[in-house]
């Protein structure tokens, strides 16, 4: 397991990416906006129809993604330097991408 202050170094920079890849995807989407609020981020869809929210969680080093009434748990590969699903081996935007896909039945949405 990697130390508390990597942990959070690493975090924040996945998430940071993660936001402006958000950023893009939003202003050709239109169909979600995100809000960042003391390192929790919070994905909300026009429609109301529900929220995602990505947070780290640094007492077991993982990032969190709550979404589609799903807990997804990304832990920290050395390997690559980024927080990857295990169960799938998908990294952070990869897996988001698909979530919002999946969400807003649109296989457009891209997350670079």
């Known amino acids: 397991m990697i130390d508390e202050a ?3 170094r690493e975090s924040d920079n996945a998430i ?12 050709d989407s239109g169909t979600f906006e995100f809000e960042d609020n003391n390192g929790v981020m ?13 947070t780290p969680n640094t007492p077991v080093r ?8 799903t807990s997804f748990k990304l832990e920290f590969s050395e390997a690559t330097h980024t927080f ?10 990869t897996l988001m991408q698909r979530l919002l896909r999946e969400h807003l039945n649109d296989p457009a949405i891209t997350l670079s």
């Open 6 to 8: 990597t942990f959070r």
């Open 16 to 27: 940071e990416s993660l936001k402006q890849s958000l950023i893009a995807a939003e202003d």
């Open 42 to 54: 919070n994905i909300i869809f026009e429609d109301g129809s529900s929220k995602f929210v990505v």
């Open 62 to 69: 993982q990032v969190w993604i709550s979404a589609l009434s």
């Open 84 to 93: 990857v699903l295990t169960k799938t081996g998908e990294d952070l935007k």
